[in-house]
């Protein structure tokens, strides 16, 4: 059965170089490893990707200052700073009889066991006991401790499932406001559509109607060169061809017709195009205007990790 002790060297461990953690580093899934282990371990990936945890396998994001931006694992420091300082009094202590196993005591000044020679020699001054005596009360509290881990282990994990759950509610909220923004772009998209489309429909309206002006003042124009060119070609007739008294006897009505012709002023017919103008809206003004809605994000503030007090972020598997 692993003892206090080995728990707490393997708690101390990291899992990458299997030595004492030397500025250990938590990842977002809590697991510790040593600020060089995890730079040598990630030494070809780039600011911002996403690796995956050495032991659990998820993933997260290498910080922008790089992998010493994570956050310190304060517990876990305590535990190394701990298990030097045991192993700085042991190695005060202990002598060829320690090493050869043979301990019988307890020493209550050093929290270690000893044998009887450094108890009558090295630590004669300390209080000790037999170790038979103390462990019970050592199990009795090791039984204690055991039942607040357990209890705090339901708690994270509690936490973690309520993490899973408001994880999934965020998602599909987030979906939710993503199909409400495409819903109000498509709105917005469509009148502007509309405008275009009516002014596009008067343009052709104004088009139409000018094409009309132009066709009447042509046929205006047609029409009178046809009948000067017929009072033309009857005038040179007669003129070259014609007796005498067929001039006479035509002279009076032509000169009514071209009277008329020329008082008809056919030159005022004219065709003048509609002046059109387009003014385009100011797009600065409406790149600066809200026409979608707004976007409000609210963060709560969170304990940094590795500074709570529960001693069952030690045991994440």
Request: charged fraction near 25%; aromatic fraction near 6%.
């Amino acid at each position: 059965m692993a003892t206090a002790s080995s728990v707490t060297t393997d708690l101390a461990t990291c899992p990458i170089c299997v030595d004492l953690f030397d500025n250990p580093k938590s990842l977002p899934c809590l697991h510790a490893f040593c600020l060089k282990c995890l730079q040598h371990h990630f030494k070809d990936k780039c600011l911002g990707d996403e690796v995956p945890c050495p032991m659990c396998r998820k993933e997260f994001q290498i910080p922008s200052d790089g992998l010493g931006g994570l956050q310190h694992h304060f517990m876990v420091q305590q535990l190394v700073d701990e298990r030097k300082a045991s192993n700085e009094k042991f190695d005060e202590v202990t002598c060829e009889v320690c090493f050869q196993d043979q301990l019988k005591l307890y020493c209550l000044d050093c929290n270690e066991n000893i044998c009887w020679t450094c108890s009558g020699v090295k630590l004669k001054n300390h209080s000790s006991i037999e170790i038979a005596e103390v462990a019970d009360n050592f199990k009795l509290r090791i039984g204690d401790d055991d039942k607040q881990i357990l209890s705090a282990i339901s708690s994270v994990r509690e936490q973690s499932e309520q993490t899973n759950h408001d994880e999934v509610e965020f998602i599909d909220k987030v979906e939710e406001i993503k199909k409400m923004v495409i819903a109000t772009g498509d709105v917005v998209k469509r009148s502007v559509d509309d405008q275009v489309n009516d002014v596009l429909i008067k343009l052709q309206s104004v088009t139409s109607e000018s094409v009309k002006k132009v066709e009447s003042v042509q046929e205006a124009y047609q029409l009178a060169v046809v009948s000067m060119e017929s009072f033309h070609t009857r005038s040179r007739e007669l003129l070259d061809k014609d007796r005498p008294s067929d001039v006479t006897r035509a002279a009076c009505e032509l000169h009514n017709s071209a009277t008329e012709f020329l008082g008809s002023d056919v030159n005022t017919v004219k065709y003048r195009p509609p002046h059109v103008t387009f003014t385009p809206a100011d797009v600065t003004q409406v790149k600066g205007l809200n026409l979608i809605g707004k976007l409000t994000v609210t963060t709560e503030e969170q304990p940094e990790p590795g500074k709570s007090q529960s001693a069952a972020l030690f045991y994440s598997q």
